[in-house]
């Protein structure tokens, strides 16, 4: 069985910096493409970032670009997620999958709170 555990979410004052784990069990993590997403109250789930298989690409959305980092460690089954700069429009529940995303991967996600 496939689970997708992420962790590091908490409350943090703007312009502070959290980092994001996503443990993955269950597949072989390494043959895969990774994602974030984040899910704003209200709002849908929205792209955050993309890694390649390999960590070797990266790609970003536009609202996150230049202040978050995308990385894994094949070896422990694990992406991250460095975010910097935060800002209050940050504040959402941040969730991992696979690209393309598997709509039986969701977990719980970890929430972010920025506060002003």
């Known amino acids: 069985q496939v689970q997708l555990v992420e962790s590091g979410g908490g409350l943090v004052q703007a312009g502070g910096s959290l980092r994001l784990s996503c443990i993955a069990s269950g597949l072989s993590f390494n043959y895969y493409d990774m994602r974030w997403f984040r899910q704003a109250p209200g709002k849908t789930r929205d792209f955050v970032a993309h890694?390649?298989?390999?960590?070797?690409?990266?790609t970003y959305g536009d609202s996150v670009k230049g202040r978050f980092t995308i990385s894994r460690d094949n070896a422990k089954n694990t992406m991250y997620l460095q975010m910097n700069s935060l800002k209050p429009e940050d504040t959402a529940v941040y969730y991992c999958?696979?690209?393309?995303?598997?709509?039986?991967?969701w977990g719980q996600g970890t929430q972010v709170t920025v506060s002003s």
């Open positions: 890694i390649s298989a390999d960590g070797a690409s990266t």
């Open positions: 999958n696979l690209d393309p995303p598997r709509e039986d991967f």
